[in-house]
Each structure stands twice: as structure tokens, then as C-alpha cells.
């Protein structure tokens, strides 16, 4: 069966760059510092995915990296240095998200979306998933990107994208509900009801809406999954939306094909 190709971009999100080694361990009460390279060789130094970082982040501003893994907080901010002191420290590693405690608006694409729709283009690829969509100038932007009619699917993964929901649902083909994203800004026993508001504002602007992350989270590891997971996948379903979205079960679990099954038969 022939099944089509979606591209999903990185989005508007601050994440960690590339560094030397597969881990940093940052302990509680040391100092670190983050640069704008897209590669670090040096202990201590962070690199950032966005440019111009001095102009985004200030100083007091809490940073918290791959899901509360390790916290930290700038206190100095020099020219293109920016110092932090490690609140609680922690492993972490390359290509990892990093929510701040303040609404931040960053470009909707990076450097590294722009070259992937180029390649896009050449394959002939018409579905796309906004990650982290804040308003819809980011939905009218990638489709301003492309000549050709394409497919919009925005991810719902922030404050932001939750306050501008009734725009961005009007403007895109589907929403996708990033419940994991989603609850870096969002307390995780407000999620379940994060979930229901933003599927009740998709059903009422009459756009399809999806929901990812954590539904067969077990078996991950285990060829069965627990109860709970098979009753949130029912309850998803029976609240109204469109479609489940399978990640790190199908990406990186031992049972993709087994989990695939088991939400084809819920």
C-alpha cells in the first residue's frame, strides 16, 4: 500500500546543539556558559540552535533541558557569552529541547527547515508538520514556501499555540496535540486536560485533530501494554479525534509492528 511522506520541520524551539561526546554532566551549583556555534568541543560550553541568543534569552531567565533533566539559570549575559549558574544538575545531551519560563517568539523555521523543504521540493513532498506552531503566520509561511498546493499539519506543543488555536486550526488542513512537548510548559496533571480543551476547540472549528506521544509508552520495551495506556487510547478515540500518532514505539521501541497492531485493533 502506497503511504505518503510528511516532512516535520524543528520548529520554533530552543534546543541544544552538537558538542564533544555523547552526554554532558552538569553538576548542582557550577557555572556553564552557551554559545551560538553549532558545535562546542569545549567541557562546559553549550551550544544553542538559534542565532542571535543575546537578543532572545536575559538575564534571571530559567532554563530547563530535556524535560527537567537539568535546570539552570543565566545570571550574565556578555556579547555573544552567556552565563549560567546549574540549579540542578543532570545528563544531557545533543539536540535536546530547552523550555524557558517565559513565552519566548522565535522564527517559526530553522536554518535546517529551510534546507530540508529545498530537498522537499526535489522529492516532490506535499505533507508537512509544524513543530511548536505559535500563530498562523507560520502555516501561511510554509505554504507561501511552495508553489504547489500542500498539506499543513500544526503541532499544538505550547502556551502560545494553545492562546492562538482558534487561528491556527482555521488556517491548517489538521492539528497534532504533542502531549510530551506539551508538558514542558504545561504541568503534567493539567495535560489530560490540556488535551480535552484543545480537541473540543479542533471539533468546534470543524479541523481534524490527532494526538501523539505516551499512548504505548510500555512497549517501548514490552510486547504487551498496560491497562492504562489501552484505556487513555480508547478514551482519546471515543472524545472525538482523528488519529493516534505513534513516536518513540515505532521509532526506537522493540515492538513497532506489534504496537501498530494493538492500536489498530483498540
Known amino acids: 500500500t ?6 516535520d520541520t524543528e520548529g520554533a ?17 557550577s557555572y ?5 556555534s553549532n558545535f562546542s568541543f569545549k567541557n562546559k560550553i553549550i551550544p544553542l540552535s538559534i542565532a542571535n541568543m543575546n537578543n532572545v534569552l536575559k538575564p534571571g531567565d530559567l532554563l530547563k533541558i530535556d524535560f527537567h533533566s537539568v535546570i ?28 524557558v519560563d517565559r513565552e519566548l517568539h522565535l522564527p517559526g523555521f530553522t536554518e535546517k527547515d529551510l ?7 526535489k522529492l516532490d ?28 499539519i500544526s503541532k499544538i506543543e505550547s502556551i502560545v499555540g494553545m492562546k492562538n488555536l482558534k487561528e491556527i486550526c482555521l488556517e491548517s488542513d489538521s492539528i497534532l496535540i504533542d502531549r510530551g512537548d506539551l508538558s ?20 468546534k472549528y470543524n479541523t481534524p485533530v490527532y494526538v501523539a506521544t505516551n499512548l504505548l509508552e510500555s512497549m517501548v520495551s514490552n510486547y504487551r501494554p498496560t491497562r492504562a495506556e489501552v484505556n ?9 479525534v482523528s488519529g493516534l500518532v505513534l513516536a518513540a514505539e515505532t521509532a526506537i521501541g522493540k515492538y513497532p509492528v506489534e504496537s501498530v497492531n494493538m492500536v489498530a485493533s483498540i
Not at 556553564?32 to 551560538?36: D, Q
Not at 534546507?115 to 521540493?121: L, P, R, V
Open 184 to 203: 514542558r510548559q504545561i504541568p503534567i496533571e493539567r495535560i489530560a486536560f490540556a488535551q480535552k480543551y484543545i480537541q473540543s476547540k479542533a471539533i
Open 232 to 240: 487513555d487510547i480508547s478514551d482519546t478515540l471515543v472524545s472525538g
Open 2 to 7: 502506497s503511504k505518503k511522506i510528511c516532512l
Open 115 to 121: 534546507k530540508s523543504f529545498e530537498i522537499a521540493k
Open 72 to 99: 539552570v539559570q543565566i545570571v550574565e549575559i556578555k556579547k555573544k557569552r552567556i552565563i549560567a549558574r546549574v540549579i540542578k544538575g543532570g545528563v544531557i545531551g545533543p539536540n535536546k529541547g530547552i523550555s
Open 13 to 29: 524551539q530552543l534546543r541544544t546543539g552538537m558538542f564533544a561526546g555523547d552526554v554532558l554532566r552538569l553538576q548542582t551549583h
Open 32 to 36: 556553564i556558559e552557551f554559545s551560538e
Open 125 to 152: 513532498i506535499l505533507n508537512f508538520a509544524i513543530s511548536f506552531t505559535e500563530s498562523k503566520k507560520h502555516v501561511i509561511d510554509l505554504r507561501n514556501s511552495f508553489n504547489n498546493e500542500i498539506t499543513v
